[in-house]
């Protein structure tokens, strides 16, 4: 069965620093790997994904992710952390066990951008 | 139109009442989810249609019923709600499985329900 681990509930930076959300995920195929980001009382929405083809995946907002399959993890960077990064930000792995893509959710992490 | 829309933002209830919230995207997405969201936590997969058909209902209660009208609209009926049942609902959709890969889910911005 797939599975999600988010290793920080909440990661803490100051306006203009690198930013670090961590990710490892379990899969017995090659699974296909989603960040999204959620601001307060907002949907989801996509950062950026992985599906089996380059390993540096860049997304919006400067935001980018590598996939590493021998550590079986997916972090999210970015350069430079603004004011408007601040939000939930959730690791997803989809594989096709059971026979459909059904998306399994990471707890998330709370990014918290200080001025 | 990349967009869900999902009916009404806000919605306060009694454990009587019977009401239901809506959803709509025009994306052509043949895959159509609903997840409840509790304050602080990830959301929680309801039920997904595949071509309008109820293809995983995750042991939800019978007070949560689904429906797909058409390839466009997803519906969830609410009756004899609890407290507990407060939350936000999100609506999503996708692509169905594409040459082994799976769809990225667009979100609609949710449904707040509040059961007095």
């Known amino acids: 069965a797939q599975s999600v681990t988010q290793l920080d509930s909440h990661v803490s930076v100051s306006e203009g620093t690198p930013v670090l959300l961590r990710c490892n995920y379990s899969?017995?195929?090659?699974?296909?790997l989603f960040w999204y980001v959620q601001h307060p009382n907002k949907g989801l929405q996509l950062l950026l994904k992985y599906t089996s083809a380059a390993t540096l995946v860049k997304g919006i907002n400067g935001f980018e992710a590598e996939f590493k399959k021998s550590e079986t993890s997916f972090h999210l960077t970015k350069p430079s952390a603004h004011m408007s990064d601040a939000a939930e930000y959730f690791c997803?792995?989809?594989?096709?066990?059971?026979?459909?893509?059904?998306?399994?959710f990471g707890r998330g992490t709370s990014l918290i951008v200080h001025p | 139109d990349t967009e869900v829309t999902q009916t009404p933002k806000h919605l306060v209830m009694g454990m009587t009442n019977k009401k239901s919230l809506k959803c709509e995207q025009h994306m052509g997405h043949r895959a159509m989810y609903w997840y409840k969201q509790k304050a602080k936590k990830p959301p929680e997969l309801m039920f997904v249609?595949?071509?309008?058909?109820?293809?995983i209902n995750e042991s939800v209660p019978s007070r949560f019923s689904p429906e797909c009208p058409n390839s466009s609209l997803l519906n969830l009926h609410l009756h004899a709600l609890q407290p507990e049942d407060s939350a936000l609902y999100l609506c999503?959709?996708?692509?169905?499985?594409?040459?082994?890969?799976?769809?990225?889910?667009?979100f609609g911005e949710g449904s707040r329900l509040t059961v007095l």
């Open positions: 899969s017995s195929y090659s699974p296909s």
């Open positions: 997803v792995v989809s594989d096709p066990a059971g026979g459909s893509y059904i998306p399994t």
């Open positions: 249609y595949s071509y309008e058909k109820l293809s």
């Open positions: 999503a959709s996708s692509q169905v499985v594409l040459a082994g890969e799976a769809g990225e889910l667009f």
